[in-house]
């Protein structure tokens, strides 16, 4: 089996590719457009590598921009100064922007391309686990705001993706466990078992099942929704414990949570349940319990003011149809299925 694998993101005149393996990020030149003279590159001060040389190399000339590392950073006053920063470098419309890193810089990256000149080019290399099984396919862009995660953002699609493997290998266990939990995900959605598989095969697999989804449901007015499996109690303890639960923890708890509130509703029995905390805690080694001291009056504030409520509390749940969103979902089964999660 070759070491890369390429999969197609299907979207008509805006399809395009995600390589995955070692080493891929050598083929950045090949992915920005023919016109770019320019690229600005957005990444942070720990990334394990530039693609600066590479660019320069093909004639294009570049600046970069180190973002912070926090979820503070992850703002409007960054995509202002990123912007500052197209300005005065001379920026065209031919011209390209460059997220190198994790999941929070290609968001970043991806959301300045789409707002710069009302529409810009923007390739993703993406560092991390979580990054390249989710946050750098499938254009949905955005930053956060002091109201919830991703609020402000816009669906831009990238020219192209690069997973670089051998970035993982400077990965804390925090962003492998981030990694794993949008993995467990991908789980239930599909019922695959990705750790028979090897890195690279997982990852792409991983590619594959949300390059399906994205392909047919590129702006979430459906099927797309599926991808946030767990994202509605996550996206609440995250905002709940100022970011100090990472997202794909918070991802793993969710997604347990998502199965007591499905069975609260009657849609799945207790094995079910069971079956959850197995693949979250026994094969991928994630914890399944709420953090000690959260208020649930607070997280169900939060998960009413998530983006994709549609009517009342939304939820993707599991259920004898398999995984679809549920709307609306009571406070009282909300509230009961909080009650019977474990803290830790």
Excluded at 99 to 117: E, K, L, N, R, Y
Excluded at 187 to 206: E, K, N, P, Q, V
């Amino acid at each position: 089996m070759s070491s890369q694998q390429v999969v197609r993101v299907e979207l008509g005149e805006r399809s395009y590719n995600v390589v995955v393996g070692p080493g891929v990020r050598s083929q950045i030149a090949s992915m920005v457009p023919a016109t770019a003279k320019r690229a600005i590159i957005v990444t942070q001060a720990n990334i394990p590598f530039s693609v600066e040389e590479s660019l320069i190399a093909a004639g294009i000339s570049t600046r970069t921009i180190n973002i912070g590392p926090g979820e503070e950073f992850k703002s409007l006053e960054t995509i202002e100064m990123i912007m500052r920063e197209c300005a005065q470098f001379g920026l065209t419309r031919n011209d390209v922007i460059v997220g190198v890193g994790g999941g929070m810089v290609t968001d970043i990256a991806g959301f300045a391309a789409s707002v710069w000149h009302r529409g810009i080019a923007v390739v993703h290399v993406s560092t991390t686990l979580v990054g390249m099984v989710d946050a750098a396919i499938g254009g949905k862009t955005g930053v956060n705001l002091a109201e919830g995660k991703n609020l402000v953002g816009a669906f831009w699609q990238p020219r192209g993706v690069l997973c670089d493997t051998e970035a993982l290998a400077s990965l804390s266990p925090r962003e492998t466990r981030c990694g794993n939990g949008e993995m467990a995900k991908y789980h239930f959605l599909t019922g695959d078992d990705l750790l028979s598989l090897d890195l690279t095969s997982r990852i792409a697999r991983c590619v594959q099942i949300k390059a399906d989804i994205v392909g047919s449901d590129e702006r979430e007015g459906g099927r797309r929704m599926l991808l946030n499996y767990g994202h509605t109690l996550a996206h609440a303890i995250e905002i709940a414990t100022d970011f100090s639960v990472a997202h794909g923890e918070a991802v793993a708890i969710g997604l347990v949570y998502a199965a007591l509130l499905a069975r609260e509703l009657g849609r799945i029995d207790d094995q079910r349940v069971v079956q959850h905390r197995q693949v979250v805690e026994g094969e991928y080694g994630l914890s399944c319990a709420l953090p000690k001291g959260l208020s649930h009056d607070e997280l169900i504030a939060l998960m009413h003011s998530d983006k994709k409520a549609l009517s009342g509390l939304t939820f993707v749940l599991d259920g004898s149809n398999g995984v679809e969103p549920v709307t609306p979902v009571s406070v009282d089964a909300v509230r009961s299925a909080l009650n019977r999660m474990e803290v830790r």
